[in-house]
């Protein structure tokens, strides 16, 4: 592979970016997460091929968390050497964020919303990647035994240190996250961003969640669009070797792909056929009727899959009589199957 790497010049021509709530941030409508696909486990040169062309497409937004992988932390170590062999002199076009509040380390501070537990982990984050900063940096999911007021007092002091440009949640239900976000706003660090689950098998955000981030002004990007590949044409006949399902890397287990869900997802394979788009492009499409999504955040295996999800970006919007052919074919607004 050469070393003297540079990014597309026409890398900004088509992406239509999106304002991140009501903050002056605009990040890309597709952006790219390294939960699965690019850890210890996974080719490295296939994850560096992935990234390059992202960022070449105009994705300028990368997700990360301490424990992506698997093993934990080693897709923030993959992350920093690509950012030392490509991406470095593109450190300011980029959007990195990472995360804490899953178990990373032995011991009582190694998981959950503590101050100690959140600041030591960004630490061997921004360590691991190589980085003096994160862009955003997560509370990724909610700790009830620890005061809320504690939990955004880390990411705040994370923001005022300048160890992280942007504070966000992950997995807040609606009342905390309105909680959350006036303790942030008080600190003079509002929260920027909110990442929830939500697809077309997924719309428990539409249960409160959405509502909530409009009124507080929070962007949105939503995490496994693809509920984590389902939607795809993969599974209409079974479970593909080589698959998610199939590896057992996730909660994604062979079991899910049930005959109830795939009669689902053939229909919808049939309406995304109709306007000349495969299922995955559909089910991005979906996620970005709604304009309190600011972006979907994608997973991808390889470059093909990358460019395939990118496809979405090209279709028209969905029109409100493709939204209503679509609804009978998904869980009821505020539920999931
Ligand atoms: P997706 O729903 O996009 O699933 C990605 C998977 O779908 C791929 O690994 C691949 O699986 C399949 N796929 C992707 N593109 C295509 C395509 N065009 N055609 C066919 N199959 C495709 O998202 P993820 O579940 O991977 O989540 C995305 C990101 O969201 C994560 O990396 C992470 O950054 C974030 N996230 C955050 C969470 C949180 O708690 N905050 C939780 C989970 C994710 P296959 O290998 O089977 O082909």
Redesign the pocket.
């Known amino acids: 592979m050469a070393l003297d790497w540079q990014a597309d010049a026409g890398r900004y021509q088509t992406m239509p970016y999106r304002r991140c709530g009501k903050s002056g941030l605009k990040l890309p409508p597709i952006a790219l997460?390294?939960?699965?696909?690019f850890g210890g486990i996974d080719a490295p040169e296939t994850g560096r091929l992935v990234l390059r062309r992202a960022f070449d497409r105009g994705i300028t937004h990368f997700?990360l968390a301490n424990n992506y992988g698997p093993p934990p932390g080693s897709a923030e170590e993959l992350f920093g050497r690509v950012m030392a062999q490509d991406l470095r002199p593109y450190r300011d076009e980029l959007i990195v964020s990472t995360?804490a509040g899953y178990p990373m380390w032995p011991g009582p501070y190694g998981e959950n919303g503590s101050r100690k537990y959140l600041l030591a982990s960004l630490d061997q984050s921004l360590r691991r990647m190589g980085l003096d900063y994160v862009d955003i940096f997560y509370s990724?999911r909610p700790d009830p035994e620890t005061p809320l007021e504690e939990t955004m007092g880390a990411l705040a002091q994370a923001v005022r240190c300048g160890k992280a440009l942007y504070a966000g949640l992950?997995?807040y239900p609606p009342e905390t996250t309105r909680r959350a976000a006036a303790i942030l706003r008080e600190l003079g660090t509002p929260c920027l961003i909110h990442?929830p689950r939500y697809s077309m098998l997924d719309r428990t955000a539409e249960g409160g969640l959405l509502d909530t981030l409009e009124e507080s002004g929070i962007g949105c990007i939503v995490?496994?669009?693809?509920?984590?590949?389902l939607l795809?044409a993969?599974y209409l006949e079974g479970v593909p070797q080589g698959?998610?399902a199939s590896r057992g890397t996730t909660s994604l287990k062979p079991e899910r792909v049930t005959p109830e869900l795939q009669a689902r997802l053939r229909a919808l394979n049939e309406l995304a056929k109709g306007r000349g788009q495969?299922l995955?492009q559909l089910a991005l499409s979906w996620v970005l009727r709604d304009p309190r999504v600011t972006t979907a955040?994608?997973?991808?295996?390889d470059v093909a899959?990358l460019d395939?999800?990118l496809a979405a970006l090209a279709a028209g919007t969905l029109t409100a009589d493709e939204i209503a052919a679509i609804e009978p074919h998904l869980p009821a607004p505020g539920s999931a199957v």
């Open positions: 997460g390294l939960w699965q696909n997700d995360k990724h992950s997995n990442q995490f496994s669009p693809l509920a984590q590949g795809s993969k698959s998610r495969s995955a955040l994608i997973g991808a295996r899959q395939d999800s």
